[in-house]
């Protein structure tokens, strides 16, 4: 059976599954004649497609198997032959094992998506070290960690549109105050920018309704429903401000000037991966000052 598939499932937040890129892209350098299928979430499958040119699967439609192992569950007919047709399995979820045997010809490797709690190295370096025992495919992924730290990902963006801010994050300690944001936004439009403010689901369930309207009546306000359409924001900004969140780490890959703002998390091992980042952290993160969030803009060249 001649086997072309190079697999990589992932069903972390937006923020780790980027934090796979590297791997995703050196795979694609070293397998050119391989089909590179990312095993996903709907979403991020789209967006994989998109800004990283290869295939994906939805690990909901059939991946089962994975998660609850057992004579009753099977796989799918399509994952089962994506399995089976693959050389190298590269799995960020549980059921390696399974995986193992469905393809024992393949090449399986099981990593951590994130570091643990105690590692003091960027969480790049973590993907990195559960790669030695493949030299080949570290050293792939160590230059595409420095392709994209030098100049992000090709994505084809413009970078004369609006200043994108988006004000949320997946925990309420990591995210800077919405009236700093505001702040920000009454600066930058008196300075003549053009403002865009992204509010996803999760802000729109916790942002309290005079916090939304206050950004509405500031700026225009975008509500991507989908990490496509998130992508497709970012590529005509000229700037992105956020908090440590997955939008953050989008903007930043893109090679987009991004500020990220830190409180509880450490940037020296959270920092978004990309050419133009400037992480300004104090803890609490409303600390974080107004004015040294204009100057990181202007530093970027974009504020």
């Not at 050119?32 to 690990?59: C, N, W």
């Not at 493949?134 to 609006?162: C, F, W, Y």
């Not at 409180?263 to 600390?287: C, F, N, S, Y």
Request: glycine share 8%; with cysteine; hydrophobic share 45%.
């Amino acid at each position: 059976m001649l086997r072309r598939n190079v697999l990589i499932l992932h069903t972390g937040a937006l923020g780790d599954f980027i934090l796979s890129w590297p791997l995703i892209l050196a795979l694609g350098r070293i397998h050119p004649q391989s089909r590179i299928i990312v095993v996903t979430h709907a979403s991020k499958g789209a967006l994989a497609e998109a800004a990283l040119h290869v295939e994906s699967a939805d690990i909901e439609q059939g991946w089962h198997a994975l998660f609850a192992p057992g004579p009753d569950v099977a796989f799918g007919e399509r994952p089962a032959k994506l399995v089976e047709g693959a050389h190298a399995i590269y799995t960020f979820v549980s059921g390696g094992d399974v995986l193992a045997k469905l393809a024992p010809a393949a090449q399986v490797a099981a990593l951590q998506p994130t570091p643990p709690n105690d590692y003091a190295k960027h969480a790049s370096q973590h993907l990195l070290d559960q790669l030695a025992k493949t030299p080949p495919v570290k050293s792939a992924v160590e230059q595409m960690l420095k392709s994209i730290n030098l100049r992000g990902i090709s994505t084809g963006r413009s970078h004369d549109g609006d200043v994108v801010v988006h004000p949320g994050s997946g925990s309420r300690d990591k995210c800077w105050p919405v009236e700093r944001f505001l702040k920000v936004i009454e600066r930058l439009r008196r300075n003549r920018k053009e403002v865009r403010v992204l509010l996803g689901e999760v802000e729109l369930e916790r942002f309290a309704d005079a916090d939304v309207k206050s950004l509405e009546s500031a700026a225009s306000v975008r509500r991507p429903p989908t990490y496509l359409e998130l992508f497709n924001e970012l590529r005509t900004a000229s700037l992105f401000i956020g908090n440590d969140s997955g939008p953050s780490h989008l903007a930043g890959v893109m090679g987009l000037p991004t500020i990220a703002l830190f409180g509880p998390t450490d940037p020296a091992v959270w920092r978004p991966m990309g050419p133009r980042v400037r992480a300004l952290r104090h803890e609490p993160i409303d600390k974080v000052a107004v004015n040294d969030v204009l100057a990181a803009g202007k530093e970027l060249g974009a504020g």
